[in-house]
């Protein structure tokens, strides 16, 4: 499944470089105002931090929330003490859009996380041109040469790169990288299964300093409680979001 997302979200950009070239896209890249400083905004604190995101559907949940304004749900979601605003912009199964990602860029003035399947140079440019301040890299997607080039690409931009990892393997090719901000998803994405225990069992093999956020799955305060516990600085969140009040929602989120 995996390797048919990645395949899917390279062929409806290489279907965009068609009519956008990477020139043109690149140029826009390097017109926007600076990136914003995410591992300033995703900085250790006392409490819990959040990652908020944009997620209308998914494959393995299916549809979740409508979402015709995207910019006004991450208005909400900074309103609410969000961190960081993840856009999802995958098109097939999350039915997301880069349309999505500039409208969210207009809305809010806090870093914004392109998440998608990303395995090429262009993709990182359309972030950037969008508005991105962070790119999702997935470990288990690429060849490690791949991931360090595409990394290599977002910091060049001034962007961070979110290093996506699913095991304890996946998290030493994310270390071995230089990842200053490193995620583990309980979610497989070629299985679906989640592994709620996954992000207690390789925090450690996070070194200090990195920023160690838990993905996915977080569906009450109690997982929150429980990632906190286990060492995370910040919980990237989807679904608990779009389908209950964001707002008070994040609240008690931001309490742990
Ligand atoms: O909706 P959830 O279970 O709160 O999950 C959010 C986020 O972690 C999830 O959307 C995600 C994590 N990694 C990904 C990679 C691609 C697509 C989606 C994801």
Do not use: C, W
Request: aromatic share 4%; glycine share 6%.
């Amino acid at each position: 499944m995996l390797e048919q997302l990645l395949a899917g979200s390279l062929e409806d950009a290489m279907a965009r470089r068609e009519q956008r070239p990477y020139a043109v896209v690149e140029a826009e890249a390097l017109a926007r105002p600076a990136a914003l400083d995410a591992l300033e905004a995703l900085a250790p604190a006392d409490h819990m931090k959040v990652i908020a995101e944009v997620k209308r559907a998914s494959p393995s949940r299916g549809d979740l929330a409508e979402i015709p304004e995207p910019q006004a749900l991450a208005a909400q979601y900074e309103a609410g003490g969000a961190s960081v605003v993840s856009v999802l912009t995958e098109q097939r199964k999350f039915k997301g859009s880069l349309a999505d990602l500039e409208a969210v860029r207009k809305a809010v003035s806090i870093p914004v996380l392109r998440k998608d399947f990303i395995g090429d140079e262009y993709q990182v440019l359309e972030a950037r041109a969008a508005g991105a301040d962070l790119v999702l890299l997935i470990v288990a997607a690429l060849p490690q040469e791949t991931l360090a080039r595409l990394y290599a690409k977002i910091r060049e931009l001034g962007m961070t790169p979110l290093v996506e990892a699913h095991s304890a393997e996946e998290v030493a090719r994310a270390v071995d990288l230089g990842a200053e901000l490193i995620g583990v998803n309980a979610r497989n994405l070629s299985t679906f299964e989640l592994d709620r225990e996954l992000f207690g069992r390789v925090a450690d093999q996070i070194p200090a300093g990195v920023i160690r956020v838990a993905e996915s799955a977080v569906l009450d305060v109690t997982d929150v409680e429980r990632y906190r516990e286990a060492g995370a600085d910040a919980v990237l969140v989807g679904e608990a979001l779009v389908t209950n009040d964001p707002i008070a929602t994040l609240a008690s989120y931001l309490s742990v």
